[in-house]
């Protein structure tokens, strides 16, 4: 696909992997939707980039078919490019040493990282499905989600995080066989030790012990460089319905 002078939606824009994309794509010639559930920071990152700033819940079907409504009305046609960012990380364990149940965080993260995902990506099929062909392939649009190599490599405590991007993983291949005939490609990212809001608290002992831990390059990913897989993606028409991890060689201990 040629990203120039196409119109792209991304989640979680606002801020981490999401920002970054957002960032290189507008920087690639695309008119970009920044999508966030802080209007602040959809707004912040839109207006650096002459993008479209929106705020939307995306587990909330309503707000997300609204916010497709506003790009297509805004921009004079609906994304070609949609990139799913949008996440919560969360650490809770199934029997901790209190006797707490954890269900409810539990399901809020399926919600937030598994159904908002689904949700998106079924609202943007259904717009895409109704484009013109790019090329003589058929091609109308890319989605591409985001996973974590946790879906592999869960540590203790993030039953319910593994879980949700499992989901994630596993929706890749069945969406694209489906949506193959609407000339729509699939993927998905699985990234690993990144610099997001969610290392931001780390302690530097804590981020020391992490970094040593990483084989090559031997620290935490950036997120330009998850950004860089996105175009690739974007840009390879053979890319269709696999999940491509990107974490340097690490594979997560269990704790």
Excluded: H
Aim: charged share 20%.
């Amino acid at each position: 696909m040629n990203i120039n002078g196409s119109i792209a939606l991304v989640t979680g824009g606002g801020s981490g992997l999401g920002e970054a994309t957002a960032r290189r794509l507008a920087a690639a010639g695309a008119r970009v939707a920044v999508l966030d559930r802080s209007e602040e920071a959809a707004a912040l990152v839109s207006g650096g980039i002459g993008g479209l700033g929106l705020t939307a819940d995306v587990t909330d079907a309503g707000d997300v078919e609204a916010a497709f409504r506003r790009t297509i009305a805004e921009m004079g046609e609906a994304p070609r490019v949609v990139v799913n960012c949008a996440g919560i990380g969360t650490a809770a364990r199934i029997l901790p040493r209190d006797g707490a149940l954890s269900i409810e965080a539990f399901e809020r993260t399926i919600r937030v990282n598994l159904i908002g995902t689904y949700t998106v990506l079924s609202v943007a099929a259904r717009a895409m499905a109704a484009l013109e062909p790019l090329d003589e392939d058929g091609a109308r649009g890319v989605i591409v989600n985001t996973a974590s190599i946790a879906y592999q490599d869960g540590q203790i405590g993030q039953a319910a995080y593994a879980a949700s991007k499992g989901g994630v993983a596993s929706l890749t291949l069945p969406a694209a066989r489906e949506l193959a005939r609407f000339g729509i490609r699939v993927m998905t990212i699985a990234p690993g030790l990144f610099e997001t809001a969610m290392s931001a608290g780390l302690s530097p002992e804590v981020r020391a012990t992490l970094e040593a831990g990483l084989p090559f390059p031997s620290r935490m990913g950036r997120p330009e460089e998850f950004a860089m897989l996105v175009q690739q993606i974007l840009e390879n028409p053979l890319l269709n319905g696999e999940v491509i991890r990107i974490d340097g060689a690490v594979r997560l201990s269990p704790k």
